[in-house]
């Protein structure tokens, strides 16, 4: 049985009041694709009112815009957009970071020592 790290990385205000995390991103994604919440909604098999819902929430909660509305449809801000990509780069580099240093411990632990499984027998 091989082990693996996992790990979850979202932001939170001052409150501890989740503003993104994966939905959310997924979300942010969807309509920098697509160019509409009702067509990022369809896309990700999500009621309307559910997306725009979890959008306007994470406005509150971050104390800014995060999308617009256009003459053809949504767009992300400019703040949106930073959000976007600078929560997937950091998420990037946990990830990174945690791989690195998973691998580093769990070598080590397993160097000139007995495995997990022989220890619990």
């Known amino acids: 049985m091989g082990l693996q790290v996992k790990s979850k990385i ?5 409150k501890g009041e989740l503003v993104i995390g ?3 991103l997924r979300i942010l994604e969807a309509i920098l694709e697509v160019g509409s919440i009702n ?3 369809k896309k ?3 009621p309307f009112r559910t997306v725009w819902g979890k959008i306007k929430t994470a406005e509150e909660r971050g104390g800014f815009h995060i999308v617009e509305s256009t003459s053809s449809g949504t767009r ?7 959000l976007l990509l600078t ?3 950091f998420r990037k580099r946990c990830k ?3 791989d690195h240093q998973f691998r580093e411990l769990f070598s080590k632990s397993q160097a000139g020592r007995r495995s997990f499984r022989e220890r619990r027998g």
């Open 39 to 41: 067509k990022a909604a």
């Open 22 to 24: 994966t939905g959310r």
């Open 96 to 98: 990174s970071y945690a």
């Open 87 to 89: 929560y997937k780069e």
């Open 44 to 46: 990700l098999g999500q």
């Open 76 to 82: 992300l801000t400019r703040e949106g957009l930073e």
């Open 10 to 14: 979202w932001l939170e205000n001052e």
